[in-house]
């Protein structure tokens, strides 16, 4: 499986602009049907702008399912956990 | 410059948003007898003197021996003079204050990542990230939605009594209102008042789609990340609104007329902050 450090591909969790670099090299990953690992580890906590340019453009693409099928989480914290629960939740309902 | 407009506390700002709305900037601001500043109030002084300078008018600043001390030590007067048509940096004097600085969604990585690093030494230990988010969601707001003249300004103080810190945000362009307003008519439903229209937008999913992936988010995330550690309090146009700590949310009258644009003020407790959790997750799928 591929390995993405997040911290190593995107310069800051914040802005559209930043999310749209993310949304970008992860598309890759579901056009090929590829599942891609997502290493969290030192990443800032995401802003929503940044959420919905990036994994949110993503799920609204390609569905819910094929999100959780392609992207694997790694070396995350609880709260990193808990936040992206907040927008999955947010985008779902 | 013959008139000199008194400042001595916050709602005698309309005075100052009077000048701005008249384009009448040849005044000069006493604020000798002003007595404590919060953010909210350096950066109306702010927005007043790069605007003053941005029309190339002098205009001074009269302080107290007591006042004096602080806005020297923050900067004030250097970052007006510098900043008024393209960000520049300010260096820091004081000790519990960041310099008051022009942002946009190009320049928040570099402001969220100093003021992380400034604040994490008064919260040891503490999980701070309420206010990198609350930076980024409010400044990409500003971004979307005010298309102001003059970017956006922030200033962040810590105070050691009480252990909080508090940081400004304010923006001189198009306010909620004429926002969420702007969006009704685009499609064709009646408009808000104003207090019905800041209301429309804090809440849950609301927004006007400035931007096509815009879910309404934003607010409602700042509102979660404050809930139990802070408060917020907004001023917009003709309207004040305020969210307590327990997320209770009070809507009125702005107590400084003739306002102008959008000051969003937030007070975080760092003694309500959690421990950081350090616990890594090998792996998670959602």
New interface residues.
């Given amino acids: 499986m591929k390995k993405l450090v997040l911290n190593e591909v995107v310069k800051g969790a914040y802005s559209n602009a930043d999310g749209f670099t993310l949304l970008c090299i992860l598309k890759t990953y579901f056009l090929n049907n590829e599942e891609v690992e997502v290493c969290m580890l030192g990443f800032p906590p995401m802003s929503s702008s940044f959420f919905n340019s990036s994994f949110g453009e993503l799920i609204q693409e390609f569905g819910i399912d094929k999100f959780k099928a392609i992207i694997k989480f790694k070396d995350i914290t609880k709260s990193q956990v808990s936040q992206i629960k907040m927008y999955l939740d947010f985008h779902l309902h | 410059m013959e008139e000199i407009i008194n400042l001595r506390e916050t709602s005698d700002f309309s005075l100052i948003f009077e000048r701005i709305r008249n384009k009448n900037l040849r005044a000069d601001i006493d604020i000798s007898e002003f007595k404590y500043f919060y953010p909210k109030d350096i950066l109306m002084l702010v927005q007043y003197f790069v605007i003053q300078n941005y029309h190339q008018i002098d205009g001074s600043l009269l302080l107290s021996d007591v006042n004096g001390w602080y806005i020297q030590s923050i900067n004030l007067i250097e970052f007006c003079n510098t900043n008024y048509k393209i960000p520049s940096h300010v260096k820091p004097t004081s000790r519990t204050a960041i310099p008051i600085k022009r942002v946009d969604?190009?320049t928040?990585?570099g402001y969220?990542r100093d003021a992380?690093n400034f604040f994490a030494k008064y919260c040891q230990g503490k999980?701070i990230?309420a206010l990198?988010?609350c930076i980024?969601?409010i400044?990409?707001n500003v971004s979307?939605h005010s298309r102001s003249e003059h970017d956006s300004f922030i200033f962040s103080q810590y105070y050691k009594l009480p252990k909080t810190i508090v940081f400004a945000i304010s923006d001189l362009g198009v306010g909620i209102p004429d926002s969420v307003n702007g969006y009704m008519r685009s499609i064709g439903t009646g408009e808000f008042s104003d207090f019905e229209a800041v209301d429309w937008a804090m809440q849950?999913?609301q927004s006007v789609k400035s931007?096509v992936?815009?879910?309404g988010?934003?607010f409602?995330?700042i509102i979660?990340q404050i809930r139990g550690i802070g408060n917020i309090r907004i001023f917009i146009g003709g309207v004040y609104c305020q969210i307590d700590k327990e997320g209770d949310k009070y809507i009125g009258v702005n107590p400084i007329s003739n306002f102008i644009g959008t000051i969003i003020e937030i007070t975080i407790d760092t003694t309500k902050l959690e421990p950081i959790?350090?616990?890594?997750?090998?792996?998670?799928?959602?």
């Avoid at chain 2, 959790?277 to 959602?286: N, P, Q, R």
Wanted: glycine letters at 8%; zero cysteines.
């Fill in positions: 969604t190009f928040m990585n969220i992380q999980d990230s990198n988010i980024a969601e400044i990409n979307d849950k999913g931007k992936h815009n879910m988010a934003g409602d995330n979660n959790d350090e616990t890594i997750l090998e792996g998670y799928t959602f």
